[in-house]
């Protein structure tokens, strides 16, 4: 398995200098091993081409996200498993995601309700870890990406 640094490494090469002078973001989507492997197996595939993450999570790691970002996504032990591009990042609110907005999710969840349902009751838990409540005014970052290489197993 690769570490974020050498599949970067590997993979700056061919992107070039102006992508070598950003450089990349490691993400992990997914809370669990479970769910980070199913992500990746979906990114990987071609199938989900975008995320939805809370911009108050992600402003405690660093900046957010913006369009032309690198990120290597990485499986749950932190090995590198694929790169992508950030193309669109857009803030709306949880009661606002339209279907317009999860075209970018795994065919299983792109019927609307079942999306919101699903989702709200990920993010009550996730906030509630935080001691934080969730609300459907909730201000999500809508992220749709391009794969552009997959680590060596």
């Given amino acids: 398995m690769e570490t974020p640094a050498t599949f970067w490494a590997r993979c700056s090469d061919q992107l070039g200098p102006a992508a070598q002078a950003r450089g990349y973001i490691e993400r992990r989507i997914g809370n669990s091993a479970e769910l980070v492997d199913q992500v990746l197996e979906l990114v990987i595939s071609g199938e989900k ?55 970018v999710e795994a065919v299983a969840v792109r019927d609307l309700k079942l999306w919101q349902d699903f989702h709200r009751q990920y993010w009550t838990k996730v906030l509630e870890a935080q001691g934080e409540v969730f609300k459907e005014s909730q201000a999500l970052l809508a992220q749709r990406f391009k794969l552009l290489e997959v680590a060596a197993p």
């Fill in 49 to 103: 081409t975008g995320t939805f993450s809370l911009p108050g999570e992600l402003a405690r790691q660093g900046p957010l996200p913006r369009a032309g970002d690198y990120f290597i996504l990485t499986r749950f032990d932190g090995s590198a498993a694929c790169l992508v591009v950030l193309e669109e990042c857009e803030e709306v609110p949880f009661d606002k995601i339209s279907q317009r907005h999860i075209e």
